[in-house]
């Protein structure tokens, strides 16, 4: 039990430290500025972090971990939207915090008209780079239940795929490197 607690505290770790630098190197891209040390001592501690998960367990299970979490989740956001009626809508406002987050990170609150009417919806990826007022985002819309409605985030997408892939990716070395015998 003491074993699974303490990887869970390092895997909450590393993806911390990584979002952390993926948004202070996006922050500093947004200004025109280079991403500096802060960004690479992220990663570096991430990647300290990952080490010792992958010390902990066998790539196999993280790697069977990983595909199955990120690909089930890329695969239901992507069905919604594959499915879902696209409608343009502007940012009105930001929703703050994550509860029980000290950081400031924020979500888009996007305004959209669907039949007729003006709804609103926020958006569930929250990063530490707030959206601009009047910007303007695409939402899907469930056409069986138009209460259902998602901000389209490429981020979202693109973590969820990144998660699979590195799963997928681990597999296949931990496959071969029983095969080889290493």
């Known amino acids: 039990m003491e074993k699974i607690i303490l990887t869970g505290i390092f895997v909450l770790l590393a993806v911390s430290f990584a979002w952390g630098g993926v948004s202070l190197y996006r922050q500093a891209k947004l200004r025109g500025e280079r991403a500096g040390c802060v960004c690479l001592l992220c990663f570096l501690s991430s990647f300290v972090c990952g080490v010792f998960v992958a010390r902990q367990f066998p790539m196999e299970t993280i790697g069977a971990l990983f595909a199955a979490v990120g690909g089930v989740s890329f695969w239901k956001e992507y069905r919604f939207f594959k499915r879902a009626i696209i409608v343009h809508g502007v940012v009105t406002g930001v929703s703050g915090r994550i509860p029980g ?11 959209f008209e669907f039949d007729g ?7 569930t990826t929250y990063s530490s780079f707030k959206p601009k007022t009047g ?16 901000v389209y985030q490429k981020s979202g997408l693109i973590l969820t795929a990144v998660t699979a892939v590195l799963g997928i990716v ?8 029983h095969i080889a015998g290493i």
């Open 170 to 177: 681990l597999l296949i070395i931990a496959v071969h490197s």
């Open 117 to 123: 009417q003006v709804r609103q919806v926020t958006g």
């Open 101 to 111: 987050s000290r950081e400031a990170v924020y979500a888009p609150v996007v305004q």
């Open 135 to 150: 910007t303007p985002m695409k939402v899907g819309v469930n056409p069986q239940n138009i209460e259902d409605a998602r």
